[in-house]
């Protein structure tokens, strides 16, 4: 975190010499061990939230990468004449923890075209699949495994 502090000392100096890097330096480490003492900091939270952080980025390119690819699929069950639509629901219980990643599941679900979540309850849910095929490992999918990655 002193790095930080003193990268955004440098950035807003109004010049780069020697005294203005150590009087930054020194800053720094001042504004560090005030906000560790009386502020309660701590350096490991600041790497959770950036771990997190880099995890909410990953489970949103998945999302729209998983939401690309089921459009295709879609695309292709409302313009085929041969492909037969077979709806139903399915049932399954995940294991996250949380409210919020158990949520995030249900809604990311139902971003996904082809497929809704009808019903939460307590980890268990019901979602309306279009085919068998789209309701085929939505149990352990690519976002129920970074869910739990982000539970941790």
């Known amino acids: 975190m002193i790095f930080i502090y003193l990268f955004l000392w440098l950035i807003l100096s109004s010049k780069l010499s020697l005294d203005v890097t150590i009087a930054g ?5 001042v504004v560090y061990l005030f906000a560790r003492n ?14 997190k952080a880099l995890l909410g980025l990953k489970y949103a390119a998945t999302l729209v990468w998983q939401t690309a690819k089921a459009n295709v699929s879609v695309f292709r069950i409302v313009f085929s004449r041969t492909i037969r639509v077979e709806p ?16 995030t599941l249900a809604n990311s679900i139902t971003l996904t075209p082809g497929t809704i979540t ?19 490992g939505i149990e352990d999918s690519v976002f129920v495994r970074q869910l739990r990655k982000f539970e941790e």
């Open 25 to 29: 330096a020194v800053i720094s480490l």
């Open 38 to 51: 009386h502020m309660r900091y701590r350096a490991d939270l600041d790497r959770q939230l950036f771990r």
């Open 88 to 103: 139903r629901l399915i049932y399954f219980r995940t294991d996250l923890k949380t409210n919020a990643a158990q949520v």
């Open 118 to 136: 009808v019903a939460l309850n307590d980890g268990l849910f019901c979602v309306h699949c279009l085919s068998g095929k789209m309701a085929e």
